[in-house]
């Protein structure tokens, strides 16, 4: 991740020091933004001349000559998304606002089509039996049946890779030695692929207390019967922007109830609503937890990522939710393996 701190500036900021700052970065832009990081506005070098054309001073603050409408992202809009409206907009770089419109990243094309590599773990959970998927993993582990022509948990290292994640750990323990010939230790890929052997089912979250040393930055956990297209440097951003102690990504999924719903007060009909549709949140199993967290899980015992979450709730600690608008698929029962073959090359081509 780059840091782009060094190219905010307030409004007041004379233009002068606005020339130097963009000069000096390889942005070429520059961020205005008030006291809560909350974006006014962008500074380009064509917007200063513009500005000098018009009878604009060096000492002048630079909120005369900033773009008060400059295009941004969400942390939600996927990495092609980001690159279609860079295209459009004939832009190298886009700032990313959350809800309340604050920076919390910078995206560039550069970055966008050339990943820069990340040192963060992360940690695949491939030892379930994926009995819902018998007789298929009767004798091959679930993250190895193939999703197109390759291996789903493949797709899933191929997913992280892309957005230049490299240190991996993966947790077996289902017929852990074929995971383990299949990937060996990752240079097939150019990256350090290493395992946590499950002598038991640990669970979700369990499998973190195997980890041979404490990591040093914040680590991605996910399933390993996923395929999405998550953009996982956002995901890590928007994680870090907010000092998270966990992020829990989560799935809107709505349920349309098949009757008529009557609402009463006591005996009495208030009224009558026909099929209404509930949506919900749910775990989509994919986090990013801060390095403390390790010590917070039991070792070599059962312990999952909801149980994990609720103590965070309990003890207070910054807990926050990523949705995923991006491509999502939980591959739990042979209906789901079936269209996920089906839309594989579609949304993996």
Same mark, same amino acid.
Request: charged share 25%; glycine share 6%.
């Given at each position: 991740?780059?840091?782009?701190?060094?190219?905010?500036?307030?409004?007041?900021?004379?233009? #002068?020091?606005?020339?130097?700052?963009?000069?000096?970065?390889?942005?070429?832009?520059?961020?205005?933004?008030?006291?809560?990081?909350?974006?006014?506005?962008?500074?380009?070098?064509?917007?200063?001349?513009?500005?000098?054309?018009?009878?604009?001073?060096?000492?002048?603050?630079?909120?005369?000559?900033?773009?008060?409408?400059?295009?941004?992202?969400?942390?939600? &809009? +996927?990495?092609?998304?980001?690159?279609?409206?860079?295209?459009?907009?004939?832009?190298?770089?886009?700032?990313?606002?959350?809800?309340?419109? !604050?920076?919390?990243?910078?995206?560039? #094309?550069?970055?966008?089509?050339?990943?820069?590599?990340? &040192?963060?773990?992360?940690?695949?959970?491939?030892g379930g039996q994926g009995t819902r998927l018998q007789p298929l993993t009767y004798d091959c582990p679930k993250p190895l049946l193939k999703v197109g022509n390759k291996p789903l948990l493949e797709t899933i290292l191929l997913n992280f890779i892309e957005h230049g994640f490299h240190k991996f750990y993966i947790s077996v323990n289902y017929k852990?030695?074929?995971?383990?010939?299949? =990937? *060996?230790?990752?240079?097939?890929?150019?990256?350090?692929?290493?395992?946590?052997?499950?002598?038991?089912?640990?669970?979700?979250?369990?499998?973190?207390?195997?980890?041979?040393?404490?990591?040093?930055?914040?680590?991605?956990?996910?399933?390993?019967?996923? #395929?999405?297209?998550?953009?996982?440097? @956002?995901?890590?951003?928007?994680?870090?922007?907010?000092?998270?102690?966990? +992020?829990?990504?989560?799935?809107?999924?709505?349920?349309?109830?098949?009757?008529?719903?009557?609402?009463?007060?006591?005996?009495?009909?208030?009224?009558?609503?026909?099929?209404?549709? @509930? !949506?919900?949140?749910?775990?989509? *199993?994919?986090?990013?937890?801060?390095?403390?967290?390790?010590?917070?899980?039991?070792?070599?015992?059962?312990?999952?990522?909801?149980?994990?979450?609720?103590?965070? #709730?309990?003890?207070?600690? @910054?807990?926050?939710?990523?949705?995923?608008?991006?491509?999502?698929?939980?591959?739990?029962?042979?209906?789901? =393996?079936?269209?996920?073959?089906?839309? =594989?090359?579609?949304? =993996? *081509?």
């Amino acid at each position: 991740m780059n840091d782009w701190t060094n190219i905010l500036i307030s409004p007041t900021t004379p233009i #002068l020091k606005a020339i130097e700052i963009i000069d000096a970065g390889a942005r070429q832009l520059a961020l205005v933004v008030d006291d809560d990081n909350r974006l006014l506005g962008t500074v380009t070098d064509g917007d200063i001349r513009r500005g000098l054309l018009k009878g604009k001073l060096l000492n002048d603050p630079v909120e005369g000559v900033m773009n008060s409408y400059p295009t941004v992202a969400s942390p939600y &809009d +996927t990495r092609e998304n980001i690159l279609a409206l860079m295209k459009v907009r004939q832009l190298h770089q886009i700032p990313v606002v959350d809800d309340d419109g !604050r920076v919390i990243h910078v995206e560039m #094309l550069n970055d966008l089509l050339r990943p820069i590599l990340k &040192d963060n773990w992360i940690v695949l959970m491939a030892g379930g039996q994926g009995t819902r998927l018998q007789p298929l993993t009767y004798d091959c582990p679930k993250p190895l049946l193939k999703v197109g022509n390759k291996p789903l948990l493949e797709t899933i290292l191929l997913n992280f890779i892309e957005h230049g994640f490299h240190k991996f750990y993966i947790s077996v323990n289902y017929k852990a030695e074929m995971i383990q010939e299949y =990937f *060996g230790d990752g240079s097939r890929w150019n990256v350090t692929i290493k395992y946590l052997n499950e002598e038991k089912s640990l669970g979700t979250a369990g499998a973190l207390s195997l980890l041979p040393e404490k990591p040093t930055l914040p680590l991605l956990v996910m399933n390993g019967d996923l #395929l999405t297209k998550i953009n996982f440097e @956002q995901l890590l951003d928007f994680h870090i922007a907010y000092q998270a102690k966990g +992020t829990m990504c989560v799935r809107e999924y709505d349920f349309q109830v098949p009757y008529g719903v009557v609402k009463v007060d006591k005996q009495r009909m208030v009224g009558i609503e026909e099929k209404p549709v @509930q !949506r919900f949140f749910v775990n989509a *199993g994919i986090y990013v937890l801060d390095p403390s967290v390790i010590e917070m899980i039991p070792s070599n015992e059962f312990f999952d990522m909801p149980s994990l979450f609720d103590k965070f #709730l309990l003890e207070e600690q @910054q807990t926050i939710v990523f949705p995923i608008r991006e491509y999502w698929l939980d591959i739990g029962r042979l209906s789901d =393996f079936e269209r996920a073959n089906v839309e =594989f090359a579609e949304v =993996f *081509g």
